[in-house]
């Protein structure tokens, strides 16, 4: 011990007793203790390398899912948002409020334009019925359409052919933007 630096009494990291350190390194009383610490830290590490390992598991996993898996995750995520931001609006193309279930309808199909499936203007609440079973009902779409974001903003959405590859940090990223949108506007509901 350097001259100067008397060892004060210190608590015993496994049992309630204090002792006084011969240097700064013990941290425990006693032998026993010490064994006890060294059997509480070698399960700590394995603990973590489980965790690690299955960490890494996870991961590898994901990577290996096909880029489409999150293109639908994404989706469903947009959509989620799509129909909480519409929560006060009736079914665009054909104006019902009743349905068996809401839906997120794309005014420019997925498979015909898959760079604007997670367009804002290009998705609107609708009906079971207009969705599915009339593919859209593109024809009373386009009118409400026009009458809600402005017939330039159509026609954008019309002109708008230059195709688009998204990317799993693209989807990530996304997803994280719609998620808190989505937060947002729950929030700001429960509020009003
Ligand atoms: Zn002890
Ligand atoms: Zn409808």
Redesign the pocket.
């Known amino acids: 011990m350097a001259k100067g630096k008397t060892p004060k009494p210190k608590k015993c990291r496994i049992c309630p007793k204090k002792f006084t350190p011969v240097n700064s390194l013990q941290i425990v009383c006693c032998p026993s203790c010490a064994i006890q610490y060294a059997k509480q830290q070698s399960e700590r590490k394995q603990k973590q390398s489980e965790a690690d390992s299955r960490r890494l598991w996870n991961k590898r996993k994901a990577a290996l899912k096909p880029l489409k898996h999150w293109e639908d995750m994404t989706q469903r995520v947009v959509n989620d948002y799509i129909r909480e931001r519409d929560r006060d609006l009736p079914?665009i193309?054909?104006g019902?409020w009743v349905t068996v279930q809401w839906e997120a309808g794309h005014y420019r199909s997925r498979g015909a334009a898959s760079h604007l499936r997670y367009n804002e203007d290009n998705i609107h609440k609708?009906?079971h019925?207009?969705n599915d079973n009339l593919s859209s009902?593109a024809i009373p779409y386009r009118a409400a359409l026009v009458e809600k974001i402005g017939l330039e903003r159509v026609l954008a959405l019309e002109n708008n052919n230059t195709p688009h590859r998204y990317t799993r940090e693209e989807l990530d990223a996304l997803r994280a933007e719609y998620r808190a949108k989505t937060r947002a506007l729950k929030k700001q509901q429960e509020a009003a």
């Open positions: 079914c193309s054909c019902t609708q009906c019925h207009c009902n």
